[in-house]
């Protein structure tokens, strides 16, 4: 009986939340109707000087994929060390920090080796004609762009989950089939690092919804302390109060699992501890 009470429960959830928070789960902002493809989802389009575009090349917004940098680097570095917002549009990157090693110059600047390879460099102030083939590299939006990484060769032999990129990406880090950077010399501090405390639940408290089980330790990877602490959440135990449904508005866990880490839609991956 209970077990019935809880699917018709989840269903009346789902659909209070057709309307509004699904289409938010996913996409991030409800402007967009459209699902995101696996490919798309973490897709970030960063346009805020729209004012210089008409006088200046390359006259498009920059579109910056997760996928391809998180199975890299983590979310920590480029967010605590080198400072992108967690919100988008809200980093104001000017090609003058990029010239200067910052933001996307800390690794574009045509030194960096990455896989025995230099990473291409970033904006420049005085270029050549040739150069825009660079530039177009990230002013893509629009344009048709060859890129050197496909999505799907890339991600070809990591484990599969059903939603967001359709990666299991926690997976695939535990199993060592990627392996995130945390520490690039001259940009990141050498910090004491933290233990991790252990696993907690946190309770649904609605009947028959079952609770969740939150891993310390296994955030901690990608996002060090840092990213949620004190931000997100308060470094006590039921001080933060909050419902699932402003997971969906994108608050509390929703800052990160509704358009990086795995969307709110997925709600057996966080609802996994059985009440009855
Ligand atoms: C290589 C650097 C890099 C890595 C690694 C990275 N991010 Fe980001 N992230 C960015 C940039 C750049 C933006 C866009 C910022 C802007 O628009 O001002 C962004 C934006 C975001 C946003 C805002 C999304 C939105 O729609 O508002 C979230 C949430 C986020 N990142 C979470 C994560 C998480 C979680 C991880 C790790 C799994 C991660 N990021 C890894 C660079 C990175
Ligand atoms: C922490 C380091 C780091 C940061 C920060 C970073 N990138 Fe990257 N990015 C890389 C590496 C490494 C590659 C792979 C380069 C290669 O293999 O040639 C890459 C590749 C790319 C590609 C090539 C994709 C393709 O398939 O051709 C684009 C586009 C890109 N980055 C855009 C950006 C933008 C835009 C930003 C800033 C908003 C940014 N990156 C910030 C490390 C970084
Ligand atoms: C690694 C990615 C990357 C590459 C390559 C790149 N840019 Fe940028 N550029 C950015 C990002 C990110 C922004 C911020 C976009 C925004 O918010 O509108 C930006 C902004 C700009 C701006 C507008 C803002 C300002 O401060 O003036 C200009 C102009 C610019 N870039 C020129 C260039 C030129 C010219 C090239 C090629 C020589 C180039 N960029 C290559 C990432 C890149
Ligand atoms: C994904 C986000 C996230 C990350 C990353 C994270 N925490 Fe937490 N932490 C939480 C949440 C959620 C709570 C519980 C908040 C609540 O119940 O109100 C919490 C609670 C705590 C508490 C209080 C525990 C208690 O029993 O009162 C401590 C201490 C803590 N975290 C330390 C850390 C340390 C140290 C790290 C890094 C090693 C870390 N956290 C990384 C989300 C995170
Ligand atoms: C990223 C993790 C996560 C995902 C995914 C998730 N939830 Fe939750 N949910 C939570 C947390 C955490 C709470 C407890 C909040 C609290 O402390 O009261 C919760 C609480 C709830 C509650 C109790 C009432 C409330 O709003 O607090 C219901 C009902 C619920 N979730 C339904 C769902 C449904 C249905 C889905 C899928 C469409 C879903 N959840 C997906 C994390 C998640
Ligand atoms: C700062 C970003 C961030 C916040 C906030 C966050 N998460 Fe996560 N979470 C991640 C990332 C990154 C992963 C790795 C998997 C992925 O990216 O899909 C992950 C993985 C998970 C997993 C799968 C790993 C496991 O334990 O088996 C669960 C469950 C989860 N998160 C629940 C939660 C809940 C519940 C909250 C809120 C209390 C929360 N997360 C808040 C970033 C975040």
Known sequence: MKRLLHIIFLILFFTSLTFTGLALAQNGGGVKKKRPLPHEYGR???GNYKELWPVREPSVPVV???WLHRARFTCRLCHVDIAFGMVAGTTGIKASDNIKGYYCGTCHNGEMVYNGRKVFDSCSENFQKEDIERCIRCHSLGKNVKREYDFYTF??????ERFGNGIDWEKAEAEGLIKPIDFLEG???K???LEAPK????EAKVEGIPNIIVSHKKHTVWNGCEVCHPDI???KKGITKFTCVNNFEGKYCGACHRT???PMLDCQRCHTKPVY
């Open 64 to 66: 910056f994929d997760h």
């Open 191 to 193: 910090s004491f690092s």
């Open 260 to 262: 990086v880490a795995f």
């Open 155 to 160: 991600t070809e032999k990591l484990p599969r």
């Open 44 to 46: 970030m389009i960063i």
């Open 233 to 235: 959440f308060f470094v």
């Open 187 to 189: 940009v990141s501090i």
């Open 199 to 202: 696993d907690f639940d946190l």
